[in-house]
């Protein structure tokens, strides 16, 4: 299975907010409701921040939103915060259950 | 609290086997699924493959295939990834992570073991 494909990169300024975006296909994204979102700072281990498409585990903070819309998903930071500056990974459950991973996006807080 | 420790780092030649582990503590092991994930020099994660340490069931994503071998001992409470003959393509950063079930999102991850394999 391919991975899934995000943008390599997004940008923004602080207070402002940014989306994600995450593709795939009918197999996966687009076919089921187990859709994730991670954060990962470097040299970190991955945490999850949205689950199931748009649930945020308990601790994340509500600046931090999903959605899914047919064979793409989204994330959406909104009120940018120095912090948030991280690589960010979209997962998806597959028809060959298995999962699959984005290929990244590096958020840059301006 | 839930925690996944995982073996600590390893430095191994081309041909070498190795066996890393991550051990489930705070939970019942045998109810919840671990993934393997590899993270290599500068990259993206990709997803391995994963274990039921209840009944062993295990399904492996098809780029990682007979390439390497997932298991788990219920009676310590870990589970393994394992090589049988490294590459130096297999350096790389390992993370286990904890899955609710096979196609939910992982709610805790181990602190990565790092795989340095070179002649």
Partial sequence: QSALTQPASVSGSPGQSITISCTGTSSDV???????????????????????????????????????????ASLTI???????????????????STQVFGGGTKLTVL | ??????????????????KISCKGSGYSFTSYWIAWVRQMPGMGLEWMGIIYPGDSDTRYSPSFQGQVTIS???????????????????????????????AEAAGYWGQGTLVTVSS
């Fill in chain 1, 30 to 72: 687009g076919g089921y409701k187990y859709v994730s979102w991670y954060q990962q700072h470097p040299g970190k281990a991955p945490k999850l921040m949205i689950y199931d498409v748009s649930n945020r585990p308990s601790g994340v903070s509500n600046r931090f939103s999903g959605s899914k819309s047919g064979n793409t």
């Fill in chain 1, 78 to 96: 909104s009120g940018l915060q120095a912090e948030d500056e991280a690589d960010y990974y979209c997962s998806s459950y597959t028809i060959s």
């Fill in chain 2, 1 to 18: 609290e839930v925690q996944l420790v995982q073996s600590g780092a390893e430095v191994k030649k081309p041909g070498e086997s190795l």
């Fill in chain 2, 72 to 102: 788990a001992d219920k009676s310590i409470s870990t589970a393994y990834l394992q090589w049988s003959s490294l590459k130096a393509s297999d350096s790389a950063i390992y993370f286990c992570a904890r899955h609710e079930t096979i």
